[in-house]
């Protein structure tokens, strides 16, 4: 069982938005940034999000991040079928000191 | 722009010690973040531990016991071993380059397996 708590799957159809939670705690998420990372099955994770909010060069605007408390929520819109993955939440665990990711949430565009 | 390329022997048989490079192309180790992962389907994706910027390591603590990291800025290439293998090990692991909050640039993951 993950520290960051995802939901398995989300689903939505093409051109709509989808949100994707992750869960933490004050040890985690409450206390420290958020980075998220897209995974195409059969690839390496990539950096979607970082510092909660902030996008590396090179990911669209479509791609968005926020937080509050111990949750952060990932929002993609204009969904096209080439945004199914997985996607994973991570921060820093200041109690277990180690970084820690979510369990993932596998997106389908239906 | 940086890339990763990561090697090392991918069938282990339990007890044995893995030994993994990351070759960093096109950027410096220095002040970067350089950080190993592995990703299994019992697990899914854990960080197994990083090289900061000023050398420092940090393990995480559920394999302190079992894994080493180290740097060699002259080579421009970090490596990982981790050593009493057992099943559970099985799975990708990859070398990525980041921050202290994210890791940017990832390789392409080596598939070990733990068999005997």
């Known amino acids: 069982q993950s520290i960051l708590t995802q939901p398995p799957s989300v689903s939505a159809a093409p051109g709509q938005k989808v949100s994707i939670p992750c869960s933490g705690t004050s040890s985690t998420i409450g206390n420290n940034y958020v980075s998220w990372y897209q995974q195409v099955p059969g690839t390496a994770p990539k950096l979607l999000i970082y510092?909660?909010?902030k996008r590396p060069s090179g990911i669209g605007d479509r791609f968005s991040a926020s937080k509050s408390g111990t949750s952060a929520t990932l929002d993609i819109t204009g969904l096209q079928t080439g945004d199914e993955a997985d996607y994973y939440c991570?921060?820093?665990?200041?109690?277990?000191?180690?970084?820690?990711f979510g369990g993932g949430t596998y997106l389908t565009v239906l | 722009q940086v890339q990763q390329q990561q090697w090392g022997a991918g069938l282990l048989k339990p007890s044995e010690t893995l030994s993994l490079t990351c070759d960093v192309y096109?950027?410096?180790?220095?002040?970067?973040?350089q950080t190993w992962i592995r990703q299994s389907p019992g697990r899914g994706l854990e960080w197994l531990g990083e090289i900061d910027q000023s050398g420092s390591i940090s393990y995480n603590p559920a394999l302190k016991s079992r894994v080493t990291m180290s740097a060699d800025t002259s080579k421009n290439q970090f490596s990982m071993k981790l050593k009493s293998l057992t099943a559970a090990d099985t799975g990708v692991y990859y070398c990525?380059?980041?921050?202290?909050?994210?890791?940017?640039?990832w390789g392409k993951g080596t598939t070990v397996t733990v068999s005997s």
């Open positions: 096109g950027g410096s180790l220095t002040g970067f973040f």
């Open positions: 991570e921060t820093w665990d200041s109690s277990l000191s180690a970084r820690v």
């Open positions: 990525a380059r980041g921050s202290d909050y994210y890791m940017e640039v």
């Open positions: 510092d909660d909010n």
